[in-house]
């Protein structure tokens, strides 16, 4: 098995967000076997009775927040994908 690897980032870095610190820095990343990763803010408690009623998540999933300005940094790499 093949270790997972992150390949690239999408969108803009925290700091170019304009992240000074350690406590707003969402992040999207690739990962080697086509999956992505979310650095955000776990609202899951928050949410879950929220999420629409053809919506599910699994006791191992969580529900993360981003802010928009991180998905919309992205968005040119994701249209790229």
Known sequence: MTALEITRRLGATPQERGSMGNGSCPDLFELSDGRFAVIGTDMTA????????????ADHERTLVITRDTLLRAKSDIARL
């Open 46 to 57: 928050d949410l879950v009775a929220r999420l629409p009623g053809d919506a599910s998540r």
